[in-house]
């Protein structure tokens, strides 16, 4: 999986190519599908991969990546911030006026293809952490009218992971707060706990829909999709048991080729990747979107690309 600035071999997947031609794209303004191969052709003279493919190998594993790209502009719906012109697949910057998608598409392509590990800290912002509070709102805008979310993230001391239970259960109005009995402290891994979202009734009985999820940035993601397991995190760390057990969800900044849907979906639950974030970000507070800006346009700086 290439990391940006750097570049992806000729023989990447259609998903890498895709978040390839997007940041050449918003660095020059515009490229197309004969550049890309060009590009690829000369990245393979620089021994990026063993061995030169064929030309037509090329232009096929180009041609798959646009219709990667045409996939993402129907699943962003008018999130999208780049438009294909054809024929000849050519690539170019949205011109339409100021959408706020377009900012936060941009902000998940950088958190995925930045080196999150050490690359994850921009304008004091730490990216990876700014996921969650996006993904808090995400989670309540999909969940519809009177949702409510918060982002619970991990705290590996016991007294911070107790005050998070007891806040939990305090505004879902279930659970009871932190289970009492006498037990080993939480570990840092008995969390992987980022952002719940749940519907309450007027009547403010339990038994309701609760959603919960974990997020990541980054492409390196798949070994960690069935961690957060919610029936057994209620058990270990709920005073009292949930009516509903809650549904799993899961955010990733990396938008995901159909290839890979079904199989990744079936083991992180409900699937939340880059398209279907931005699909639901219609009403993000100016607070996020005032923290995605400066991520975003910090980050764009430090990487060789113009501020979005």
């Known amino acids: 999986m290439f990391k940006w600035p750097g570049a992806p071999s000729a023989r990447a997947s259609e998903h890498e190519l895709a978040d390839y031609a997007e940041l050449i794209c918003w660095q020059q303004g515009s ?50 911030p780049f438009k294909i012109m054809k024929p000849g697949y050519t690539l170019r910057a949205s011109q339409e006026g100021e959408n706020h998608k377009h900012l936060i598409y941009k902000y998940l392509l950088l958190a995925t293809r930045l080196h999150m590990d050490n690359n994850r800290c921009h304008a004091d912002i730490d990216g990876a952490l700014l996921l969650e ?19 619970f993230g991990t705290a590996a001391e016991e007294s911070g992971f107790r005050e998070k239970i007891d806040e939990l259960c305090k505004q879902m109005k279930e659970g009871d707060g932190f289970v009492s009995r006498v037990r080993t402290p939480p570990r840092e891994q008995d969390g992987k ?101 400066a991520w975003t346009a910090a980050a764009a700086e430090a990487t060789e690309l113009p501020s979005p």
């Not at 509070?133 to 982002?151: K, M, N």
């Not at 957060?228 to 809650?246: A, H, M």
Request: hydrophobic share 35%; aromatic share 10%.
């Open 133 to 151: 509070e996006l993904s808090a709102e995400v989670a309540r805008e999909y969940l519809g009218a009177r949702a409510e979310s918060l982002v």
């Open 31 to 80: 490229t197309s599908s004969t550049a890309l191969s060009r590009l690829l052709g000369r990245l393979e003279d620089n021994d990026y991969s063993g061995g030169v493919p064929e030309e037509e190998t090329i232009d096929t594993d180009v041609e798959e990546s646009y219709t990667e790209i045409e996939q993402r502009v129907i699943a962003c719906r008018d999130g999208y």
């Open 193 to 293: 706990l980022d952002v719940v979202g749940w519907k309450h009734f007027t009547d403010n009985l339990p038994g309701k829909l609760i959603a919960f999820g974990q997020c990541k940035t980054g492409t390196n993601y798949k070994s960690t999709l069935t961690q957060l397991q919610p029936d057994s995190f209620c058990r270990k760390w709920l005073q009292s048991p949930l009516v509903i057990n809650p549904v799993r969800m899961f955010f990733v900044s990396e938008a995901l080729p159909r290839s890979d849907w079904y199989n990744v979906s079936s083991d992180a639950g409900l699937l939340f990747d880059r398209c279907r974030i931005v699909d639901f970000c219609d009403n993000i507070s100016t607070e996020i979107l005032a923290k995605v800006t």
